[in-house]
């Protein structure tokens, strides 16, 4: 292999996508035979999504929905979550998770994380709860599961929902248990850009039949059961309104990429098992890089590829890092920037740079490595060998 070490070439000729959506001819097939049949939105696809998402994640029931957030959002008010009330999550995440407990009317209260997993520390959670404290929202960073019995333990001395943002977190496990069966609510996000996708859509699992219902309802104008049916052959104008409700339900466009999307899944974890295996091999031993890990007591389902570059020993800080993996035609990003630095938060929460200094800590030196099911060996390989060269050039 010629040393490029001093060319001025990039890497690769072409650019290297961050996370592009892995479409199959299934699920092309599924959205055109939607497109033909004559029923395009909520119908038997999205029925059949559902069941099949309830049992991957070893709920009783899943709700599709048209986003992660409406989930959020829908089940803060099953809760009976509003003015007055808080909600405890944590600031590494992404700001959807804080607007919608806005949204509720409630209170949003920031419970910093622990280093290890980028995960939200139950000790802090505990220091956090109030009289006025009505649930907490854990997020599965990255696809690494929160510390679930400690939360739950949490929870179940002072009478808290929990409510899991899944976003990152479809296949991942924890002590043995798919996430969606565990806690009252969990919610999963079908973007673009997550390991599930339907373009835009989300999902709400639960044991608890009874709130399934009333979160049907309120996914729909607050239409009592199915009433989707009532366009069909034979079916009944008759409806009646129980809530005023809101208008997030799942298109069966959107259900037709998710039924063969969540039949992939487990294919596709070991897709990226193998990547995330490959970056572990090629990046170990640099003392300037730390890596994420597996669980101890779970399955990691990595749906991110978060590292932390030491910048204190290199002569570079962040943005110009990921400004030199693009000249190499590489794409990166980060996750997160702390949601209470945005200037909304510190304008209207009264937020400051300081406030979660671990969560700040690890932001700072963070950047998100490619990570898909379409990553060739050698399109690892071109990142492994940027990112060395890159620290090797630049240390102190
Ligand atoms: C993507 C994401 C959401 C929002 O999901 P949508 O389906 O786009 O509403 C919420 N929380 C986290 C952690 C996310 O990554």
């Known amino acids: 292999m010629p040393d490029d070490r001093y060319s001025n070439r990039p890497r690769r000729e072409n650019l290297l996508a961050f996370s592009p959506p892995d479409i199959g001819q299934e699920e092309i097939d599924e959205v055109v035979d939607s497109l033909?049949?004559?029923?395009?939105?909520?119908?038997?696809?999205?029925?059949?999504?559902?069941?099949?998402?309830?049992?991957?994640?070893?709920?009783?029931?899943?709700?599709?929905l048209?986003?992660?957030?409406?989930?959020?959002?829908?089940?803060l008010k099953a809760s009976g979550i509003g003015p007055g009330d808080e909600v405890i999550t944590t600031p590494y995440t992404f700001a959807a998770t804080v607007n919608v407990i806005l949204h509720a009317g409630a209170t949003p209260v920031l419970a910093d994380?622990?280093?290890?997993?980028?995960?939200?520390?139950?000790?802090r959670i505990d220091q956090a709860v109030t009289e006025r404290t009505k649930a907490v929202i854990p997020v599965h960073f990255a696809g690494r599961s929160c510390d679930m019995d400690a939360i739950g333990a949490i929870a179940k001395k002072h009478d808290l929902a929990v409510i899991e943002d899944a976003a990152h977190?479809?296949?991942?496990?924890?002590?043995?248990?798919?996430?969606?069966?565990?806690?009252?609510?969990?919610?999963?996000?079908?973007?673009?850009?997550?390991n599930v996708t339907t373009a835009e859509g989300g999902a709400i699992t639960t044991n608890d039949g009874e709130t399934?219902?009333?979160?049907?309802?309120?996914?729909?104008?607050?239409?009592?059961?199915?009433?989707?049916k009532r366009f069909s052959p034979g079916g009944r104008w008759q409806y009646d309104i129980v809530t005023p409700g809101y208008k997030s339900n799942m298109m069966d466009i959107q259900a037709a990429l998710g039924i063969h999307q969540l039949r992939r899944l487990e294919?596709?974890?070991?897709?990226?098992?193998?990547?995330?295996?490959?970056?572990?091999?090629?990046?170990?031993?640099?003392?300037?890089?730390?890596?994420?890990r597996d669980p101890e007591d779970g399955r990691h389902c990595w749906h991110l590829f978060p590292v932390l570059i030491d910048f204190a020993k290199l002569k570079i800080d962040r943005d110009r890092f990921i400004e030199l993996l693009l000249q190499e035609n590489i794409s990166t990003n980060v996750h997160y920037l702390p949601v209470h630095?945005?200037?909304?938060?510190?304008?209207?929460?009264?937020y400051k740079?300081?406030?979660?200094?671990?969560?700040?800590?690890?932001?700072?030196?963070?950047?998100?490595?490619?990570l898909y099911t379409r990553l060739l060996p050698d399109d690892v390989d071109d990142v492994i060998a940027a990112v060395r060269r890159i620290i090797f050039d630049n240390l102190k």
């Open 353 to 370: 740079p300081g406030d979660f200094p671990i969560a700040e800590d690890l932001s700072d030196r963070e950047i998100t490595l490619p």
């Open 66 to 75: 048209n986003s992660a957030t409406a989930g959020l959002f829908l089940c």
């Open 341 to 350: 630095l945005f200037s909304y938060y510190r304008q209207h929460l009264g």
């Open 212 to 228: 399934a219902d009333r979160l049907r309802a309120m996914a729909l104008h607050g239409m009592d059961k199915d009433a989707w």
């Open 169 to 194: 977190a479809i296949g991942t496990e924890y002590k043995g248990r798919r996430i969606g069966g565990i806690s009252r609510f969990t919610v999963f996000s079908f973007h673009a850009v997550k």
């Open 267 to 292: 294919a596709n974890l070991v897709k990226r098992r193998n990547i995330a295996d490959r970056y572990h091999k090629g990046l170990s031993g640099i003392p300037q890089i730390t890596l994420p």
């Open 113 to 123: 994380v622990r280093r290890e997993d980028f995960n939200i520390d139950p000790v």
């Open 36 to 64: 033909r049949s004559g029923w395009i939105t909520t119908g038997p696809k999205t029925a059949r999504f559902e069941r099949a998402l309830a049992e991957y994640a070893g709920s009783e029931q899943a709700l599709a």
